[in-house]
Every structure is written in structure tokens, then in C-alpha cells.
């Protein structure tokens, strides 16, 4: 039986000699003065940060884990040591340090086989309590594979164990293999009638687990969209848990767990429940109504909601004023702050960057894909100042997010042409990418890409302020979204650029770097690749000059390419490339003089695939065009291989565009 505390007195005298007469009281051999005195220290430490400081310092925890261990002691005893455990840690985060360092985790997950429900209990107190901090061992959970059964298996035994066990597993699910681990455990099966459950403390924790454990997963999305409680679908209980008469917290955090099922396919952004539930749901979380920290998530949330769906863009920027509501979490605070608001003045500091990042990266998802989406979002009050300064914020997740805004917007050609260049974006961007991480510099070099845009008014300063070297150092690194989007921008730089910005390129990039990306295992790095080589070689006298100097080269790449295990894409830009060296005036000669290349071209003429008879016919054209000098010695040798009469074999070619290209190179046979 427990000791009735209700008459004791508290007794929490500062000093080392009162915490050497507990130390003392607790190694006595009396048990029940021991008890006693384990129940005085709970009462002393509760609410009392130095005292468990204190007390911690004189080698408690030892103490209460040999209790706990002892499987001879009393239950009672052992159950007030895990409660004293418990009530430590809920001080200081050096408090839960330590205790994890004295191994107390790894022992409670153990005490959870215990047969006493009140011992079971006090141990997941303090497992809470540790696991809910900021000092949380995660992985300790998993050490063991029996655990994470186990507490399933004794989650349903009261109140308590379903309070706790859910708030553990919420904050331990960090990654996908833990999703997994739970996903196969049967955490779906047995925590959804927790959603349902009449005590807020138990169905909120619960709510959470569903939060983290649908998170960018398909599958544990799919089985939880598919689960049912009592006849009613998991996906229609949460849509109730949306409901207004619900707690602020419940309302997020289920229009949350419907967005994560939505992303993952497991939801269609059309159904019902995204569109009148789970939307509205978040952005009346992003009113001036609710708490700086709700809205801060609300936008957050509905951002990634609505990132990649160009019908929840468009439905959410005319619903309830949207646009301006996001705008004013960029002035804010609103008013100067005073003496007399002193004391919110490091709240609203905190909450300024918060807001800020969230509403740029709404407006960033909101601005995606659709142009009268963008102008409006433009057209609000100085809403370009405002990114502009976010480039330069000195908070990380401000610049980040003001980055993918300004490439949200960077895809409006009318943009490019007008704010962009009003307001110079492109210079603190440059400046931005100097000294950035992959992640900044994976979403500002895909900006740059845009702002390199032949049309756009950004492309010549930006050329005079080294954006070459800086592109061509991204082709360098490893991570292939950085060497797409450096290829990708050269790429952009080039069409129908000077033959001084094409020289520019090349001596920056070398003939190395560009016949390496040419063998890249990245399908897109080479088709970009491609793409850049392809708009060098535009302009006869460019083809010329380039051909002039690294012919050879070029021409055993695309050797290389065409008798690879290549897409019909790769294959077919490459053969684009053929087709405007075919158009050189000495470039042809490459190819006039290369049997190889030649028979490879006339085999594609007859491919099965349409697009790759289009591009070799095309190059057949320019080869024998009758104005140009040397046309009938080219012609002859074509004749020659049988190209004329694979041309009148395809005039039977039901595709139009094929039978134009196959007539023009007809009409050019003399």
C-alpha cells in the first residue's frame, strides 16, 4: 500500500545539511522510514528547481534507480521513486541531461513489463517528461525492438498510459524509418479509438501521433485514410475534429494531419474535406484574431497544403482576404514599441521573423503557377520591398523563405520585366549566394536560372558581376540539383547570346566540365547539358567558331551519346545539336567527313519513333540546301548512301511535321 501524504508537510529548508538528512534517511535499512522519506523529497522538490538541482547533486538519482530496479522492494517504494524521477524531470534541461546520462531511460522502458498498473504509470510520467523536452534521447526508445510493441500493447489500460504513451510517440517519430517501425507495429490500429476519445488529454496526444506519422508518408497515409473507428473513417473523425466548437489546438492540428494525408496522395486536393475543411481551417488560423503562434503555423501549413495544386492556389487567394492577412504578418509589430511594452518587445522580435518567413513562403505557394495570382500578390503595398530586404535578413529561415518567393514570382515574364528590375533583385540575390548553404543555394540559383531569361532586363548586369563563374562552380558539386540548376542558368545565358558571352562561358566552364556533364548519371543535368551545347551552336558564324575550336570533341560526344542507352529525349536534342551544326558553313564538314555519324543519322530517319525522324531529317535539310556553297558535292554523297530514297519512302508518313521536313529536304535535291 501507498503512505497517505496527505498530512505531511513540505519540507524544503535550503542548504546541504537538510539534503544530506535525505540522503542519509534514504540508505537507511528501516524500508518504511525509507518511503517516508522518498515521499518528504517528492514534496521538496515539487516546483522547486533548486532543490532538485541540489538534490541531484548529491547522487539521488542513483539512489531512486537502485529502488526502481530492486524487483524485491516494495512496489510503493519504487512507484514514489519513478514519481520523484518524474518531478526532476520536469526542471531544467540540464535536469534531463543529466538523468539521461545516469541511464534512467533505458531502466523506466524496462519497469514499463511491470504487472502494476500505478508503478507502470509513474515511470511514463517521467518518460514524458524526459521525451518531451528539448533534451529528448529519441533513439533510446528504439534501442530496444520490444519496446515500441509493448507500449502499444498497454497503451488501452487507463487515462494515463494513453496520455502518455501518445505524447511519447509524437515526439519520437522524427524520421520515416521511425513511421515505419510504428506503421508496422499497429500504431494506426490501436491509437485511432483514441480520436474519439471523450477526455481532451487523451485525443489530443493521440491527434499528434497521426500528425507525425502521416508526414510525407504515402503508405502510413493510405492506411490511415482507409482506417475507420466505429464504423466512421478516420479521414471523417478528423474532419469533425475541425470543427469550431473544437479548442484552437485540435482545429490545427487535424486540418494539419488532412493536408499531410493530401500531399501523399492519400487524400485527392479535390475531396471535400481538403477544400471546405482543411483549407478554411487554415487560413482562419492566419487571422489577426488568433495567437501570433497559430498564425505563424496556419500559414505555414496552408503554404504546404497548396504548394503544388494550382486549384487550391486559386481557391485559397480569393477566400477571406487572404492576400492582405498575409501581408500584415509582414509589418509586424504594427506600432513602435514604447517603454511601456518593453517587456513584449522579445516576444514580438521572435514572432517578426516567425511571421515574416511564414507569410513569404505562403505567398511563394500561393504565386506557383498561376499569373493573376502573381500580380495581385505584387500589386500589394510594398510587398517587393519586403522580399528584397528578406534576402538580406539576418535570420536564416526569413532569407530562405524570401528566396522562394522571389522564385515563385521570377516565373511571371511580366515581373522579370518590371518589379524585378525596378527594384534590382538580382543584386542581393548575387550577394546572397556568395556564402549560402546547398539549401539557399538550390531555390536562389533556380531564381537565377529565371532572372537569366533571355528577356529579362537582369541578364546583362548580372553577367558584368560574375554570375558566369558562380554557375559555372555549381556544375562542380555533388549535389546534382545544384549542378542542374548551374548547367540550367548557363543554359538560359546563352540562347541567342553574343558571341563574346558565349566565349565567356566556355573558357569559364573549359571543355572538360562540359564533356564531363555530358556523361553525367543525371538524366536532367544532361539534358541541360545538351540544351547549352545546342544553343552555342545557334548563329552560323558562332557555329563556325566554336566548331573551329572544339569540333572533335563535340562530335565524339555525340557519338557517344547516340549509341548510348539514352532517352528518346537525350537522344533527340542531340540530334537537334547535329542539326544546327549541319547548319555551319564549315561546322557541316564535321560531319560531311564522319561516315559513322552519317549512317547513324539516315538508321534515325527510319526509327520508330517519330520525334527522332523529325530531328534527323531536319539535319538531312540544312546538309543539302542548294544555296549554300559546296551543296551539290553534298547531295551526291548522300545520294550516294540512299538518302534521297529513304526521304520518298517517308513522304508516306501520316505525321505532318514529318512530311513537311521530309518534303523541304526533298525540294533542296538538284
Avoid at 530492486?70 to 517504494?77: P, Q, T
Avoid at 476519445?197 to 482507409?226: E, G
Avoid at 526521304?647 to 526533298?666: E, P, R
Wanted: proline share 3%; aromatic share 4%; charged share 20%.
Amino acid at each position: 500500500m501507498l503512505m497517505d501524504t496527505s498530512d505531511m508537510i513540505c519540507d524544503t529548508y535550503p542548504g546541504d545539511m537538510v539534503g544530506r538528512e535525505y540522503m542519509e534517511n534514504l540508505y537507511g535499512e528501516d524500508m518504511d522510514r525509507v518511503l517516508h522519506s522518498v515521499v518528504k523529497l517528492k514534496n521538496a522538490v515539487i516546483g522547486n528547481n533548486k532543490q532538485k538541482f541540489h538534490m541531484m547533486s548529491l547522487g539521488v538519482v542513483a539512489r531512486l534507480l537502485e529502488f526502481i530496479q530492486n524487483e524485491r522492494a516494495a512496489v510503493g517504494l519504487r512507484t514514489e521513486s519513478a514519481i520523484v524521477l518524474g518531478s526532476l524531470a520536469k526542471g531544467s534541461q540540464a535536469n534531463v541531461k543529466r538523468l539521461v546520462d545516469s541511464g534512467v531511460v533505458p531502466i523506466l522502458l524496462q519497469c514499463l513489463n511491470n504487472s502494476n498498473l500505478k508503478f507502470v504509470e509513474g515511470c511514463l510520467r517521467c518518460l514524458r517528461s524526459i521525451f518531451t523536452s528539448q533534451a529528448a534521447p529519441v533513439d533510446l526508445l528504439y534501442t530496444d525492438p520490444g519496446v515500441v510493441p509493448h507500449m502499444l500493447d498497454i497503451v488501452s489500460q487507463s487515462p494515463t498510459t494513453q496520455e502518455c504513451i501518445c505524447s511519447i510517440l509524437a515526439q519520437c517519430c522524427k524520421t520515416s524509418e521511425h513511421q515505419g517501425l510504428l506503421y508496422s507495429n499497429g500504431v494506426i490500429e490501436s491509437l485511432a479509438p483514441l480520436l474519439a476519445s471523450k477526455m481532451y488529454k487523451v485525443q489530443m496526444p493521440a491527434l499528434r501521433v497521426f500528425c507525425v506519422i502521416t508526414y510525407m508518408n504515402q503508405i502510413v497515409s493510405s492506411a490511415v485514410a482507409s482506417a475507420s473507428v466505429s464504423e466512421r473513417s478516420l479521414p471523417d473523425l478528423l474532419v469533425e475534429l475541425c470543427l469550431r466548437d473544437k479548442s484552437v489546438e485540435m482545429q490545427m492540428s487535424s486540418a494539419k494531419c488532412l493536408t499531410y494525408m493530401c500531399r501523399a496522395n492519400a487524400l485527392s486536393s479535390q475531396d471535400s474535406k481538403i477544400v471546405y475543411k482543411a483549407l478554411p481551417t487554415l487560413i482562419r488560423m492566419c487571422k489577426k484574431d488568433r495567437s501570433l503562434e497559430e498564425r505563424v503555423e496556419g500559414a505555414e501549413t496552408l503554404a504546404y497544403l497548396i504548394e503544388v495544386d494550382l486549384e487550391l492556389q486559386r481557391i485559397a487567394s480569393y477566400s477571406d482576404h487572404l492576400i492582405p492577412t498575409l501581408s500584415e504578418f509582414l509589418r509586424y509589430p504594427s506600432t513602435q514599441t514604447t517603454v511601456m511594452d518593453l517587456k513584449r518587445l522579445d516576444y514580438d522580435m521572435k514572432h517578426s521573423h516567425e511571421l515574416k518567413a511564414a507569410a513569404l513562403m505562403a505567398f511563394a505557394s500561393l504565386g506557383a503557377n498561376d499569373e493573376d495570382i502573381r500580380k495581385k500578390i505584387i500589386e500589394t503595398e510594398n510587398l517587393m520591398d519586403h522580399v528584397v530586404c528578406g534576402l538580406s535578413d539576418p535570420v536564416v529561415r526569413v532569407r530562405l523563405a524570401a528566396v522562394r518567393c522571389l522564385h515563385s514570382l521570377s516565373r511571371s515574364v511580366q515581373q522579370l520585366r518590371t518589379s524585378f528590375q525596378d527594384h534590382a533583385v538580382w543584386k542581393p540575390l548575387m550577394k546572397l549566394l556568395q556564402n549560402a548553404d546547398d539549401d539557399m543555394l538550390t531555390v536562389a540559383s533556380s531564381t537565377l536560372c529565371n532572372l537569366l531569361l533571355e528577356f529579362s532586363p537582369s541578364k546583362e548586369p548580372m553577367l558584368e558581376s560574375g554570375a558566369v563563374d558562380l554557375l559555372c562552380d555549381l556544375t562542380k558539386r555533388d549535389d546534382p540539383a545544384l549542378r542542374l540548376n548551374g548547367i540550367w542558368a548557363l543554359m538560359n545565358m546563352a540562347f541567342q547570346a553574343e558571341q563574346k558571352v558565349k566565349s565567356q562561358i566556355l573558357a569559364a566552364l573549359g571543355t572538360d566540365q562540359l564533356f564531363k556533364l555530358l556523361s553525367d548519371p543525371d538524366v536532367n543535368v544532361l539534358m541541360k547539358t545538351l540544351g547549352l551545347l545546342r544553343n552555342l551552336l545557334s548563329n552560323k558564324p558562332h557555329i563556325d567558331h566554336i566548331m573551329g575550336m572544339h569540333g572533335q570533341q563535340i562530335m565524339q560526344a555525340i557519338v557517344l551519346i547516340l549509341e548510348g542507352e539514352h532517352t528518346i529525349e537525350v537522344k533527340e536534342q542531340t540530334l537537334c545539336i547535329l542539326a544546327n551544326i549541319s547548319d555551319g558553313t564549315t561546322a557541316k564538314d564535321f560531319i560531311m567527313a564522319n561516315d559513322d555519324v552519317l549512317k547513324k543519322i539516315t538508321n534515325y530517319m527510319i526509327h520508330a519513333n517519330v520525334r527522332l525522324q523529325i530531328a534527323a531529317t531536319f539535319c538531312i535539310s540544312n546538309l543539302v540546301w542548294n544555296e549554300e556553297e559546296g551543296a551539290l558535292e553534298r547531295q551526291m554523297k548522300l545520294r550516294d548512301m540512299g538518302v534521297q530514297k529513304l526521304l520518298q519512302q517517308l513522304l508516306s508518313s501520316s505525321d505532318t511535321v514529318l512530311f513537311d521536313k521530309v518534303k523541304t529536304a526533298l525540294q533542296q535535291f538538284t
